[in-house]
């Protein structure tokens, strides 16, 4: 049987890629996390020293950066590896009569 976590030539990772870059619109809860991010940075960068302001937001930007890199681990892991499971599954149950 074909090992689907294995196989790099992924349709199901070429589908994710394809629905971010072009089919992706942001909804209401994507729009208020982003509002939100953006509403403690000004915050945070208010409370902070002129001098540390420059390093201070490189800082939240990273942080934001490895936020999302995380969300993107976490959704690769769960959703694409759920639907592997969910097919070997299904093609072990064909298998078996």
Do not use: P
């Not at 201070?56 to 592997?84: I, P, S, T």
């Amino acid at each position: 049987m074909n090992n689907f976590r294995e196989n790099n030539n992924d349709i199901l990772r070429n589908w994710f890629e394809f629905r971010e870059d072009s089919i992706c619109t942001m909804c209401d809860a994507d729009r208020e996390y982003i509002e939100s991010f953006e509403n403690v940075r000004k915050k945070m960068l208010s409370n902070v020293l002129e001098k540390n302001k420059d390093f201070v937001e490189k800082q939240l930007h990273l942080l934001d950066k490895a936020f999302m890199d995380y969300l993107h681990y976490w959704n690769e892991k769960c959703y694409r590896n759920g639907f592997c499971d969910g097919v070997e599954i299904a093609v072990g149950c064909c298998d078996n009569k």
